[in-house]
């Protein structure tokens, strides 16, 4: 065996790579970190086709004006990307959120349009391959996103602790840090407004200036989270001065993510933001209950087929929480069916009931735009209200644009399920009635 000289050991290792060059070596051997960036970015238009055939297609926030949209893949051509808006579709149980699906405006971008930010969205390291995560980091970096870089090898780490080492010298280098002998801080992160958790390598220093920028934003925050509550956590439930911002279910979820995402900061330690926080806690609970308990009410009024009763009933509820759409139904139904509507619409014992029930359809409308049936329930009643002549042309006028909604979203398509046969046959019938 051939010895080598002390010499030549020396040039080898003053060749070899540097330590913070490991993690793309050891993912993408005799490649630089510029040749990694380029070819990630050269091929994500033939990963983003890929991915379309796959049942969960890529999503991101985009910017309409001033307002940040949601929406999802719907094309792709080269470099030229279609989105389309995403709306509610339906509740999951089991996670209690909503589900997603796509609907309405259009949005075509170049890919070189994306932040780089959206992207890195895309790749979850624990459903994505290493060596996807380690190549998109690269590209991050040289797009400057270094905090990005380091939320996706960070990442990486947590599912895949053998890189943990390389990944923890690579951020390093990148932020000009030296990793001390006891490693890097893992912190954890918490997206609130897109509800998305995630990790970051830190030094000391580091972590302790972000803390103090979350600290700042924590006060803000604080008050904006007061102001979905209805900033009343004293009066008792259904006699509170103001109605929740948001579903309970979900706002009860918001509270426990904004103590994850201020959680270390002196602003969440006071005693005083643990009691606000505690209060509020409570607040929401005692609303849930005290919406169940008296949900009964309403269900045995109408049973008993007093619907103006559970009408009334209803309502007081949907004040406690007035975006909870299966509250929203209930309520929208038991004013229907107190208006005694007949004559295939054109007449209502009780025309306010029938124009309350189709504003309340309006109201489910704006929660799950997809839904055909609330449209044709929408026309029924505004067509009803018209019984009342101070309402007539505008409640014949908002039914026709309702069922005319129905046709031209089942117009000329040959997919159509049987619920969107059924409604556009309904819609049809309406419109005859009503001219």
């Known amino acids: 065996m051939q010895l080598l000289r002390p010499a030549t050991l020396l040039l080898i290792a003053l060749l070899a790579a540097p330590a913070w060059a490991e993690l793309v070596e050891a993912h993408f051997p005799g490649k ?17 086709q890929a991915r379309m055939k796959e049942p969960t297609k890529p999503q991101m926030y985009t910017v309409d004006g001033k307002t940040e949209v949601f929406v999802e893949l719907t094309a792709i051509d080269g470099v030229n990307t279609t989105w389309m808006t995403l709306v509610r579709i339906g509740w999951i149980s089991d996670t209690n959120r909503y589900g997603w699906g796509p609907y309405g405006k259009e949005y075509k971008l170049e890919l070189s349009e994306i932040p780089p930010r959206e992207v890195a969205g895309w790749f979850v390291p ?24 380091n939320a996706k090898v960070a990442g990486l780490a947590a599912v895949k602790e053998e890189v943990k080492k390389d990944a923890q010298a690579w951020i390093a280098a990148k932020n000009g840090w030296t ?113 169940e308990t008296e949900k009964y009410k309403a269900e045995r009024a109408g049973i008993d087929g007093d619907w103006a009763a559970a009408a009334a009933a209803y309502e007081t509820l949907l004040r406690v929480d007035p975006l909870n759409p299966d509250l929203v139904l209930s309520t929208a139904e038991a004013f229907s069916k107190a208006a005694k509507i007949t004559d295939g619409a054109r007449r209502a014992e009780d025309p306010a009931s029938a124009k309350r029930a189709a504003l309340l359809y309006e109201r489910l409308l704006e929660i799950y735009p997809r839904a055909l049936g609330f449209h044709n329930h929408a026309g029924v009643n505004w067509l009803a209200a018209g019984s009342d002549s101070k309402v007539a042309s505008d409640g014949k ?28 046959e309904y819609a049809e019938g309406q419109l005859k009635l009503i001219k």
């Not at 970190?33 to 033939?46: H, I, K, Q, R, T």
């Not at 995630?198 to 972000?210: E, S, W």
């Not at 309970?248 to 994850?260: A, G, N, P, S």
Request: one cysteine or more; proline letters at 2%; hydrophobic letters at 35%.
């Open 179 to 291: 990793v001390p002998a006891e490693g890097l801080e893992v912190v954890a992160t918490h997206d609130l407004e897109r509800n998305e958790d995630g990790v970051l390598f830190l030094t000391k220093a580091a972590a302790a200036d972000r803390l103090k920028e979350l600290d700042k934003e924590a006060k803000k925050a604080f008050k904006e989270l007061e102001k979905l509550q209805g900033m009343d956590v004293k009066s008792k439930p259904g006699m509170r001065k103001n109605s929740p911002g948001l579903r309970l279910v979900i706002l009860q979820d918001y509270v426990d993510r904004f103590e994850r995402r201020y959680a270390g900061t002196s602003f969440i330690d006071k005693k005083g933001t643990k009691e606000d926080l505690e209060a509020i806690r409570a607040a929401i609970k005692a609303d849930m209950e005290y919406v």
């Open 126 to 149: 624990k459903y994505r391959s290493p060596q996807e995560i380690v190549a998109l980091a690269c590209w991050l970096a040289s797009k400057g996103e270094l905090l990005e870089a």
């Open 32 to 48: 630089s970190e510029d040749a990694v960036a380029s070819e990630f970015e050269a091929g994500l238009s033939a990963w983003l």
């Open 397 to 424: 006028k908002r039914a026709k644009e309702h069922h005319e909604e129905v046709i031209r979203r089942t117009d000329n398509r040959s997919d159509l399920s049987e619920s969107e046969k059924s409604n556009r």
